[in-house]
């Protein structure tokens, strides 16, 4: 890689690994051993090398913009007043200085703001785009030409008018590259990332949409959505996308996030912060000043313990800006780990993030979408089936149902377990059909890398009382774990101990309701899934006689703590 790439440094390590790697560990009596490694390249949350020019614009010099009525949204015209400012890579610091040389031309990333008010009491106008200079500088510094626009007369009309925008910046880029005596000929068109915060994360995902839809002609190639909202339900589906969002988020809940993920297709991750809001990505003193129209969000973060600062929000969005731009724009697959292996920039070792990630190249298990629900006591007891239309097995369980999961709003499997009223309750997914059945082919999976599903805790069993957080089948507080076996259909069997590999974390009890001691609606906006991926090679290693390219059986053991309930998803191998 580029300027991005310093020496190597450890993010985590044990005294077994060498220097560079990430190391998941697994568990044998009492000896640990490494079972992953991964060479990372230096902190992408860290500047680049590179020196940083200015530019700035607004109608003076580039005048304004009629976006035309758009069908079904607005029947009026709405004027655009170009604004924004402009952070490239140069050879020295400073207000138009020349473009630096170590390349012909530098990839364009344009970043959106959220809403916001416009003008203070006193008349005096709010510039929200310019909260997202730090971001534009950071990414200037690693080789791109950043632009943060202004969208504030368009940000409270409608999405697919910050979409309009976002286009109509690109074009105005695209009109400097030729006639601009500094950047002429720098800018990279046929490489174009967007980002976008709030209502913005939401508008750059509608500003692909357009751009395909109607054939507009921009290389947009990434897809950045910062804590977004999902009000218009895009199926975003042409561009790698990654959503960054916040577990303490009180003005857009991490429901909102996970929505717009799911409604995504692969390439895709989403990475939850935990103890981050919403406002803290954006630096503009009028989004957390005291009195100002956001200060309710801020006044939580006075009180809750369990924030994170400012700077640490700016730390992640730059962090994992870089690394996906660098993955997907400049090919760089050094930094994949960042978004598939629970990789976290050394600057955010400290924090907890959990991610979510989806290859396109899979092989479905189960999406848990097939009809009918399995609903026992609504009377729909149809035996369940995974998507392979085989059958799903059950022993030992206090309950299992398959419905929609409020929060991701996508269907998922309930499991509920209780060592006290049962022993070690077992979930079991069919990959063949069962003895005595006539066999399908044999169900290879040697060819990919993972198994993976999604999971997180769940708080909507009927089994518990409604509210209060000390009677729930997960006790408070602590992460969740149990074992994930592989069987193929000659009996023989592996297993892996999630917690010996990643850890999968009580859900973040949202501020109002903590200071309650109860769950509320809150809380269930934030019982967001994450991506449990376990390398194949860790089956084999357990059981190097287990055939992987003729499978039986998934299981899913729980035995390793006393009680539980989980929601799991996109259950699947895949690279």
């Known amino acids: 890689p580029r300027s991005t790439l310093f020496p190597y440094t450890t993010l985590f390590r044990s005294p ?27 902190d992408p949350a860290a500047a680049g090398t590179l020196a940083v020019g200015e530019d700035d614009y607004d109608p003076r010099t580039e005048g304004t913009f009629i976006i035309p009525p758009i069908p079904d949204v607005s029947n009026m015209p709405v004027t655009l007043n170009l604004r924004g400012l402009i952070r490239y890579p140069a050879q020295r610091a400073g207000h138009r200085t020349p473009v630096a040389t170590q390349d012909p031309s530098y990839p364009l990333v344009v970043i959106t703001h959220g809403n916001h008010a416009a003008t203070r009491r006193d008349g005096t106008p709010i510039f929200s785009h310019e ?36 286009l109509r910046h690109i074009q105005m880029m695209a009109a400097r590259n030729t006639s601009d005596p500094v950047l002429a000929g720098k800018i990279d068109l046929t490489r174009i ?64 996030a996970a929505q717009i993920y799911d409604l995504a ?30 200060f309710g969000e801020r006044n ?18 730059k962090g994992y800006a870089t690394a996906f731009f660098e993955l997907v724009l400049r090919n760089q697959s050094v930094y994949k780990p960042y978004f598939n292996r629970y990789a976290r920039p050394a600057s955010l070792a400290a924090v907890q993030v959990h991610h979510q990630f989806q290859d396109p190249q899979r092989f479905n298990v189960d999406d848990f979408e097939q009809q009918p629900f399995f609903i026992p006591r609504f009377g729909r007891t149809e035996e369940p089936q995974n998507s392979l239309g085989l059958p799903i097995e059950r022993s030992n369980l206090v309950n299992y149902e398959e419905w929609s999961h ?38 290879d999976v040697s060819g990919f890398r993972v198994f993976s599903f999604r999971v997180t805790m769940s708080f909507d069993g009927f089994q518990n009382p409604p509210t209060q957080i000390r009677t729930w089948l997960n006790r408070p507080n602590q992460p969740q774990d149990f074992f994930v076996s592989l069987r193929d259909r000659q009996g023989r069997v592996a297993s892996v101990q999630i917690g010996a590999v990643t850890t999968i974390p009580y859900i973040y009890v949202q501020f ?16 967001i899934f994450k991506t449990i991926r376990l390398p194949l090679d860790l089956f084999r290693n357990q059981n190097p006689s287990l055939d992987l390219t003729d499978l039986q059986t998934i299981l899913f053991e729980f035995r390793q703590t006393d009680s539980g309930e989980i929601a799991i998803d996109t259950i699947e191998f895949s690279q």
Request: charged share 20%; proline share 5%; hydrophobic share 40%.
């Open 265 to 294: 297709a692969p390439l895709k991750s989403m990475l939850l912060v935990y103890g981050a809001i919403h406002n803290f990505f954006n630096t503009h003193p009028d989004w957390v000043r005291p009195g100002g129209v956001e």
């Open 16 to 42: 077994e690994s060498a220097r560079g790697n990430i190391v998941c560990k697994r568990l044998e009596g009492s000896v640990a051993f490494d079972v992953i490694a991964v060479r990372l390249p230096g």
């Open 131 to 166: 909260g997202f200079e730090y971001l534009a500088r950071h990414l200037a510094s690693h080789g791109y030409v950043a632009v943060s626009i202004d969208v504030r007369d368009v940000v409270g009309v409608s999405i697919d008018h910050i979409g309009e925008a976002v």
């Open 193 to 256: 990332a967007l980002v976008g915060h709030s209502r913005g994360g939401e508008g750059v995902v509608a500003a692909q949409d357009i751009n395909v839809r109607q054939s507009r002609g921009h290389n947009i190639r990434a897809v950045l959505s910062i804590a977004p909202t999902s009000d218009r339900h895009i199926s975003h589906s042409t561009t790698p996308y990654v959503v960054l969002c916040g577990s303490a988020d009180s003005d857009v809940h991490p429901d909102s």
């Open 512 to 527: 109002e309701d903590l200071a309650l001691g109860q769950l509320g609606q809150e809380t269930d906006d934030n019982e």
């Open 300 to 317: 939580i973060a006075a009180q809750d313990s369990r924030v994170i600062s400012p700077n640490l929000h700016l730390e992640a969005a």
């Open 406 to 443: 409020s929060a991701h709003g996508t269907n998922a499997g309930f499991i509920r377990w209780d060592r006290h009223q049962s022993p070690s309750g077992e979930y079991r997914t069919l990959l063949n059909r069962p003895a005595g059945s006539a066999a399908l082919p044999a169900r």
